[in-house]
Protein backbone atom coordinates (compact mmCIF):
# COMPACT_ATOMS: atom_id res chain seq x y z
CA UNK A 1 0.00 0.00 0.00
CA UNK A 2 1.40 2.99 -0.79
CA UNK A 3 2.38 5.87 1.60
CA UNK A 4 3.11 9.20 1.82
CA UNK A 5 6.32 10.06 3.57
CA UNK A 6 9.42 12.93 4.31
CA UNK A 7 11.93 11.65 1.45
CA UNK A 8 15.15 10.38 2.53
CA UNK A 9 18.34 9.69 1.14
CA UNK A 10 17.75 6.17 -0.30
CA UNK A 11 14.98 7.53 -2.41
CA UNK A 12 16.91 9.83 -4.70
CA UNK A 13 17.70 7.10 -7.35
CA UNK A 14 14.20 6.36 -7.26
CA UNK A 15 13.17 10.04 -7.31
CA UNK A 16 15.73 11.02 -10.35
CA UNK A 17 14.21 7.46 -12.22
CA UNK A 18 10.68 9.24 -12.06
CA UNK A 19 11.35 12.63 -12.76
CA UNK A 20 13.23 11.45 -16.06
CA UNK A 21 10.49 8.96 -16.66
CA UNK A 22 7.71 11.89 -16.88
CA UNK A 23 10.27 14.17 -18.89
CA UNK A 24 10.58 11.50 -21.24
CA UNK A 25 7.14 11.45 -22.15
CA UNK A 26 7.39 15.17 -23.67
CA UNK A 27 10.28 14.29 -25.57
CA UNK A 28 12.77 15.42 -22.44
CA UNK A 29 15.55 14.11 -20.44
CA UNK A 30 16.33 15.10 -16.74
CA UNK A 31 19.77 16.78 -16.68
CA UNK A 32 20.92 16.59 -12.60
CA UNK A 33 23.43 19.30 -13.36
CA UNK A 34 20.50 21.99 -13.79
CA UNK A 35 18.43 20.34 -10.76
CA UNK A 36 21.19 19.59 -8.46
CA UNK A 37 18.83 19.96 -5.50
CA UNK A 38 17.55 16.49 -6.62
CA UNK A 39 20.17 15.16 -5.54
CA UNK A 40 19.97 15.62 -1.65
CA UNK A 41 15.93 17.06 -1.78
CA UNK A 42 15.34 16.35 1.66
CA UNK A 43 18.23 18.61 3.15
CA UNK A 44 17.80 21.19 0.06
CA UNK A 45 13.67 21.69 1.49
CA UNK A 46 14.29 21.54 5.21
CA UNK A 47 17.01 24.03 5.00
CA UNK A 48 14.23 26.83 5.09
CA UNK A 49 11.64 24.95 6.76
CA UNK A 50 10.31 23.53 3.56
CA UNK A 51 10.08 19.69 2.78
CA UNK A 52 9.98 17.26 -0.59
CA UNK A 53 8.08 13.82 0.36
CA UNK A 54 7.33 11.36 -1.64
CA UNK A 55 4.88 8.69 -2.47
CA UNK A 56 6.61 5.44 -1.84
CA UNK A 57 5.49 1.46 -2.18
CA UNK A 58 7.94 -1.04 -1.47
CA UNK A 59 10.99 1.55 -1.31
CA UNK A 60 9.44 2.38 -4.90
CA UNK A 61 8.71 5.99 -5.50
CA UNK A 62 4.80 6.73 -7.39
CA UNK A 63 5.24 10.37 -6.60
CA UNK A 64 6.89 13.15 -5.02
CA UNK A 65 6.12 17.21 -4.05
CA UNK A 66 8.07 19.57 -2.17
CA UNK A 67 7.59 23.11 -1.05
CA UNK A 68 9.80 25.87 -0.81
CA UNK A 69 9.15 28.31 1.96
CA UNK A 70 9.71 32.33 1.53
CA UNK A 71 9.62 34.95 3.84
CA UNK A 72 5.73 35.98 3.01
CA UNK A 73 5.20 32.82 0.41
CA UNK A 74 5.59 29.45 -0.35
CA UNK A 75 6.38 27.83 -3.67
CA UNK A 76 5.22 23.78 -4.84
CA UNK A 77 7.72 22.35 -6.52
CA UNK A 78 8.42 18.93 -8.08
CA UNK A 79 5.10 17.23 -8.44
CA UNK A 80 5.71 14.38 -10.35
CA UNK A 81 3.21 11.37 -10.30
CA UNK A 82 4.14 7.58 -12.28
CA UNK A 83 1.99 7.05 -15.23
CA UNK A 84 1.24 3.24 -13.23
CA UNK A 85 -0.79 5.81 -10.25
CA UNK A 86 -2.66 8.68 -11.87
CA UNK A 87 -5.87 8.93 -12.00
CA UNK A 88 -5.81 8.18 -8.01
CA UNK A 89 -5.90 11.80 -6.64
CA UNK A 90 -2.35 11.65 -5.65
CA UNK A 91 -1.37 14.74 -7.42
CA UNK A 92 -4.09 16.48 -5.67
CA UNK A 93 -3.26 15.26 -1.97
CA UNK A 94 0.18 15.75 -2.43
CA UNK A 95 -0.31 19.68 -3.53
CA UNK A 96 -2.94 19.83 -0.80
CA UNK A 97 -0.47 18.45 1.74
CA UNK A 98 2.44 21.03 0.29
CA UNK A 99 -0.85 23.71 0.85
CA UNK A 100 -0.76 22.85 4.14
CA UNK A 101 2.44 22.41 5.55
CA UNK A 102 2.69 26.02 3.93
CA UNK A 103 -0.60 27.61 6.18
CA UNK A 104 1.31 26.08 9.06
CA UNK A 105 3.94 28.06 8.03
CA UNK A 106 1.95 31.17 8.30
CA UNK A 107 2.28 31.54 4.50
CA UNK A 108 -0.71 33.28 2.85
CA UNK A 109 0.15 32.54 -0.89
CA UNK A 110 1.82 29.80 -2.80
CA UNK A 111 2.94 30.09 -6.27
CA UNK A 112 4.56 27.80 -8.84
CA UNK A 113 6.09 27.17 -12.02
CA UNK A 114 5.49 24.71 -14.72
CA UNK A 115 6.51 23.82 -18.08
CA UNK A 116 3.99 24.63 -20.63
CA UNK A 117 3.58 21.18 -22.08
CA UNK A 118 2.00 19.60 -18.65
CA UNK A 119 -1.19 20.02 -19.33
CA UNK A 120 -2.66 17.52 -17.16
CA UNK A 121 -0.81 19.40 -14.10
CA UNK A 122 -1.87 23.17 -15.69
CA UNK A 123 -5.93 21.57 -15.46
CA UNK A 124 -5.10 20.20 -11.64
CA UNK A 125 -3.60 23.68 -10.62
CA UNK A 126 -6.30 25.27 -12.00
CA UNK A 127 -9.01 22.81 -10.39
CA UNK A 128 -7.42 23.86 -6.84
CA UNK A 129 -7.84 27.69 -7.38
CA UNK A 130 -4.66 28.18 -9.48
CA UNK A 131 -4.76 31.57 -11.79
CA UNK A 132 -1.83 31.91 -14.24
CA UNK A 133 0.03 34.64 -13.96
CA UNK A 134 3.20 34.59 -16.43
CA UNK A 135 5.19 32.63 -18.15
CA UNK A 136 9.31 32.44 -18.61
CA UNK A 137 11.76 30.52 -20.69
CA UNK A 138 14.24 28.60 -18.89
CA UNK A 139 16.93 28.57 -21.80
CA UNK A 140 17.55 25.33 -20.17
CA UNK A 141 18.53 21.94 -22.26
CA UNK A 142 15.25 21.07 -22.77
CA UNK A 143 14.00 23.84 -24.34
CA UNK A 144 11.64 24.87 -21.45
CA UNK A 145 8.97 27.50 -21.28
CA UNK A 146 6.88 27.54 -18.05
CA UNK A 147 3.57 29.06 -16.70
CA UNK A 148 3.45 30.49 -13.53
CA UNK A 149 0.62 30.06 -11.11
CA UNK A 150 -0.86 31.59 -7.61
CA UNK A 151 -3.40 31.09 -5.22
CA UNK A 152 -4.13 32.47 -1.99
CA UNK A 153 -4.01 30.47 0.82
CA UNK A 154 -6.58 30.63 3.27
Not at 23 to 43: I, Q, R, S, T
Request: charged content about 20%; overall charge negative.
Amino acid sequence: MPTVRPTIAEDVPSILALINGVFAEYGCVLNVAEDAYLLAPGPHFRTGGGEFWVVADDGRVLATVAVLLYSEAAELKCLYVHPSSRRQGWGRRLCELAMNHARQAGRTTMMLWTDTRFGAAQRLYESLGFVRCGERDLHDSNNTREFGYERTLA
